[in-house]
């Protein structure tokens, strides 16, 4: 089955730098979601970016999609401490509901 | 608009014996979907309940677990004869509309099985 695949497994980077991570897949995709998971806690949405959509930003974020390499980037910009979280991408194809998520990039920012 | 709410939020069960997992969705949300996820991994699908029906099960196991959701009240994820393996977080979400793909998850109930 279709999984997506995150990289780097750790990205550890200094406040004020940018972050970025890298997600892959296998099959063809309705959409694609990034999450954000504190440590011990629920996963929190991030931003979600349909297949026919190249690139979308929120905040600090912003989210690529290239369906011809089936890769998805995420860029934080002048990352901050409260950033250290593990980032999950997570995909839905065709006509099921459910998600099919990475094992995610653990972020660390250094103050 | 209170979010979705799991309880436990930490459990402890002896092996053999049975962990019942709630999920009460967020207002006017009808879908609910189980995710389980061990140590330093990703979370993998285990099932997606609309109210009084399991529409995917694909991702539960075979034996020993089964999902509902009543009409009235919350969704119930069940465990019978829990064994080691078992322990994992077990995260809940749900979604106001089929095809609606933005879920929202639960703080997730932590079971340790000793």
């Known amino acids: 089955s279709q999984q997506g695949e995150e990289d780097p497994q750790a990205l550890s980077i200094q406040e004020g730098e940018n972050a970025t991570m890298n997600c892959s897949y296998k099959?063809?995709?309705?959409?694609l979601q990034w999450y954000r998971q504190n440590s011990g806690r629920g996963l929190v949405h991030l931003i979600l970016i349909r297949s026919n959509e190249r690139e979308k930003h929120s905040g600090r974020l912003r989210v690529t999609l290239d369906t011809s390499k089936k890769s998805s980037s995420l860029l934080i910009t002048a990352s901050r401490a409260a950033d250290t979280a593990s980032y999950f991408c997570?995909?839905?194809?065709?006509?099921?509901?459910?998600?099919?998520f990475g094992k995610g990039t653990k972020l660390t920012v250094n103050p | 608009n209170a979010g979705v709410m799991q309880n436990p939020r930490h459990l402890v069960r002896r092996r053999g014996q049975e962990a019942r997992l709630r999920c009460s969705p967020m207002?006017?949300?009808?879908?609910v979907y189980w995710y389980r996820q061990l140590p330093e991994e990703g979370l993998k699908f285990m099932v997606y309940?609309?109210?009084?029906?399991?529409?995917?099960e694909s991702g539960m196991p075979k034996e020993r677990f089964s999902a509902e959701f009543p009409k009235e009240g919350p969704s119930i994820l069940r465990i019978q004869q829990v064994v080691r393996g078992d322990s994992a977080a077990y995260f809940c979400a749900s979604s106001p509309l089929q095809g609606s793909t933005e879920a929202f998850f639960g703080q997730g109930t932590r079971l340790t099985v000793v």
């Open positions: 309940l609309q109210k009084e029906n399991i529409i995917d």
């Open positions: 207002k006017g949300h009808s879908h």
């Open positions: 997570a995909t839905s194809q065709g006509g099921s509901e459910k998600l099919v």
């Open positions: 099959t063809s995709i309705n959409n």
